[in-house]
């Protein structure tokens, strides 16, 4: 085995996860892009919906009456609707990009551990303090890729409590609306 296959194989390996992420996130740029788009068509019919009323009332009392019963409808719950997805898309997205970096991330440190074998096999007998110093340094390097673990999950599993948070929050603020009216 050549020198330069485990170097070809770490790049295209790096290759892959860059790949895999930016597929990740044109992704959810993608449905970001078309949930905006989806709002703001609803919303211009709302607007074309409103405009109609309005013209079609016979006096001002009566287009006040339909743009006040609309607009709480309209704004409120499409908007609560609106950040609901939002969110679901964001936490999606993150989630599947902590999956993808922490798959990377382990296959880096057991490209670490192998690396640091490898060495401590290669050096001369009577180096306990170079075996000492490269034994830390790739513990510090296993520590860090499991902060960076941990701080991903932790992470994810925030925004994944906030999206969840707002429904319940979106359901009680239409209730409340409701009841108002």
């Given amino acids: 085995m050549s020198t330069k296959d485990p170097l070809r194989a770490q790049q295209k390996a790096e290759l892959e996860a860059a790949f895999a992420l930016s597929q990740t996130l044109f992704r959810g740029f993608e449905q970001t892009t078309q949930l905006q788009l989806q709002m703001m068509r609803d ?19 009566q287009a006040w009456n339909a743009q006040a019963q609309a607009a709480p409808k309209t704004g409120g719950e499409e908007m609560l609707t609106y950040f609901q997805k939002l969110a679901q898309i964001i936490s999606a997205t993150q989630a599947e990009m902590v999956q993808t970096m922490n798959s990377r991330l382990s296959r880096m440190q057991a490209e670490i551990q192998e ?4 060495g401590a096999s290669g050096l001369p ?3 306990e303090p170079v075996q000492a110093l490269f034994q830390s340094a790739t513990t510090f390097a296993n520590q860090a890729i499991e902060a960076v673990q941990n701080a991903q999950q932790q992470a994810l599993k925030l925004m994944s409590e906030q999206a969840k948070g707002l429904s319940p929050t979106a359901q009680k603020t239409t209730v409340a609306r409701k009841r108002g009216s």
Avoid: I
């Fill in 115 to 118: 690396t640091a074998q490898q």
């Fill in 43 to 61: 919303m211009s019919q709302h607007a074309a919906a409103a405009v109609e009323a309005a013209l079609s009332a016979r006096d001002l009392q």
């Fill in 125 to 127: 007998v009577n180096v």
